[in-house]
Nanobody, 123 residues
Framework: QVQLVESGGGLVQTGGSLRLSCATS????????MGWFRQAPGKEREFVAA????????LYADSVKGRFTISKDSTRNTVFLQMNSLKPGDTAVYYC????????????????WGQGTQVTVSS
């Protein structure tokens, strides 16, 4: 199995930046892609960004394009989400997830999830 642990959340003002990290362990060779999702209170979990595990192909939600960047450090089995120009609408619990197959915006394609990290953007 793959274990995921997120870190890096916190409170930031509008326009600020945060970098989230997702450390992976276990059967990392079984990972096809890694994704970031978020869930705000009273809303469904939504796709943010994803990256192929063995390549640099990426996907982004339209709402974060140009502001967020997903990347990975293969030597440390860690995925990052650099978030710039943050807005109050970005406030949510952010989850990283692992897919055994391919890049997808669909959360049902991901079978391993971290515990989540809170991001709060104040106005």
């Amino acid at each position: 199995q793959v274990q995921l642990v997120e870190s890096g959340g916190g409170l930031v003002q509008t326009g600020g930046s945060l970098r989230l990290s997702c450390a992976t362990s276990g059967r990392t060779f079984s990972i096809g892609a890694m994704g970031w999702f978020r869930q705000a209170p009273g809303k469904e979990r939504e796709f943010v960004a994803a990256i192929k595990w063995s390549a640099d192909s990426t996907l982004y939600a339209d709402s974060v394009k140009g502001r967020f960047t997903i990347s990975k450090d293969s030597t440390r089995n860690t995925v990052f989400l650099q978030m710039n120009s943050l807005k109050p609408g970005d406030t949510a619990v952010y989850y990283c997830a692992a897919s055994p197959v391919f890049l997808s915006t669909n959360p049902t394609r991901y079978d391993r999830w971290g515990q989540g990290t809170q991001v709060t953007v104040s106005s």
